[in-house]
T-cell receptor
Framework: QKEVEQDPGPLSVPEGAIVSLNCTYS??????FMWYRQYSRKGPELLMY????GNKEDGRFTAQVDKSSKYISLFIRDSQPSDSATYLC????????????FGAGTILRVKS | NAGVTQTPKFQVLKTGQSMTLQCAQD?????MYWYRQDPGMGLRLIYY???????DKGEVPNGYNVSRLNKREFSLRLESAAPSQTSVYFC???????????FGSGTRLTVV
């Protein structure tokens, strides 16, 4: 079993829809949770960063962490065609000195 | 500001050939990483260098070697390429923390 599980999709939604992307994990020691966005033929770029449980909002994006369920989510409101990309979750045990463990990534397509 | 620069962007090798993938960063980051990305597998860590002068194996190191030439440069070498090494390779750097990974644009390698 992978340490971090993520549905690869693709997830196809109409423009303006609310998108929910999710990851589950098995290592209860993870405390730092990230979402990366990767456009086609580009490297991943950091989108959201959260520590421990709770919610974090940045514009149209909300990251949610439920450590009791070992489940993290990324919500995108009012989705745009420019949001079409692969979204990778990543997590780490400590802020320094530990490597990130990535999910496989979910392909999102927003249709205009 | 270039960030993380990878060369070459594309490469085709024959089985058994060797090559070195180059990576340089201009952000004065301490840590550097090599990942490979395959469909459905996400990003898998090959090797990393927590600081200048140190290197360590990641999740999938077999068939690869690395050199941390100086603080800026971290190279990945394939001594005898195999078709299983066909992948997209990403170099990343960070100041040392979980949140600050900056990725290069990748090298697409095909081994025939």
């Amino acid at each position: 079993q992978k340490e971090v599980e993520q549905d690869p999709g693709p997830l196809s939604v109409p423009e303006g829809a609310i998108v929910s992307l999710n990851c589950t994990y098995s290592n209860s020691a993870f405390q730092y949770f990230m979402w990366y966005r990767q456009y086609s033929r580009k490297g991943p770029e950091l989108l959201m960063y959260t520590y421990s449980s709770g919610n974090k909002e940045d514009g149209r994006f909300t990251a949610q962490v439920d450590k009791s369920s070992k489940y993290i989510s990324l919500f995108i409101r009012d989705s745009q065609p420019s949001d079409s990309a692969t979204y990778l979750c990543a997590m780490s045990v400590a802020e320094y000195g530990n490597k990130l463990v990535f999910g496989a990534g979910t392909i999102l397509r927003v249709k205009s | 500001n270039a960030g993380v620069t990878q060369t070459p962007k594309f490469q085709v090798l024959k089985t058994g050939q060797s090559m070195t993938l180059q990576c340089a960063q201009d952000m004065n980051h301490n840590s550097m990483y090599w990942y490979r990305q395959d469909p459905g597998m996400g990003l898998r860590l090959i090797y990393y260098s927590a600081s200048e002068g140190t290197t360590d194996k990641g999740e999938v190191p077999n068939g690869y070697n690395v050199s941390r030439l100086n603080k800026r440069e971290f190279s990945l070498r394939l001594e005898s390429a195999a078709p299983s090494q066909t992948s997209v390779y990403f170099c990343a750097s960070s100041v040392g923390g979980a949140r600050g990974y900056t990725f290069g644009s990748g090298t697409r390698l095909t081994v025939v």
